[in-house]
């Protein structure tokens, strides 16, 4: 995987997490607390597949880096993917997919439809950190 320009450099960058366990906004507000308030990153928070891609829609000019977990109720994890791929093209977005199941299937059908990385929980955050510092060209 390539990158580029640290978020901080990137203008009007929204990093979308996608979850639906509520708790996940207060621990990634706790673990990036200090990027938050230094503006360098911006984050914004999804509860399901349907309410990520009304987000999308309404940013759609804006660079967008996308953390999703796999199962979800509704539209999973997968097929939020599957659905970004198609239908946003310009700008591009980013997505990463977190999910409890680290096994090949989920790894391999991710990877096929798109996504740009593939992380396991439990996160390690200074991985993370590390990753979502940097943009993919």
């Known amino acids: 995987m390539q990158y580029r320009k640290p978020v901080s450099q990137i203008e ?22 200090k990027e938050i308030r230094e ?6 928070f999804a509860h399901s597949g349907q309410e990520a891609l009304n987000y999308l829609k309404d940013k759609s000019r804006e660079s967008i880096l996308i953390l999703s977990d796999i199962n979800m109720p509704g539209m999973s994890g997968l097929e939020l993917l599957k659905t970004i791929k ?42 993370l950190r590390e990753k979502l510092s940097m943009v993919k060209n």
């Not at 990093?15 to 607390?33: K, M, N, P, S, T």
């Not at 503006?39 to 914004?44: I, L, Q, R, W």
């Not at 999910?99 to 299937?105: L, S, W």
């Open 12 to 33: 009007l960058y929204d990093i979308l997490v996608v979850d639906d366990e509520v708790d996940v906004r207060a621990l990634f507000e706790q673990r990036f607390r």
């Open 39 to 44: 503006n360098e990153m911006v984050f914004a």
């Open 86 to 127: 198609d239908e946003f093209e310009k700008p591009p977005p980013i997505v990463m997919m977190i999910t409890a199941f680290g096994d090949d299937e989920n790894y391999s059908k991710a990877m096929n439809l798109g996504a740009d990385d593939f992380l396991t929980k439990p996160l390690n955050f200074n991985h």
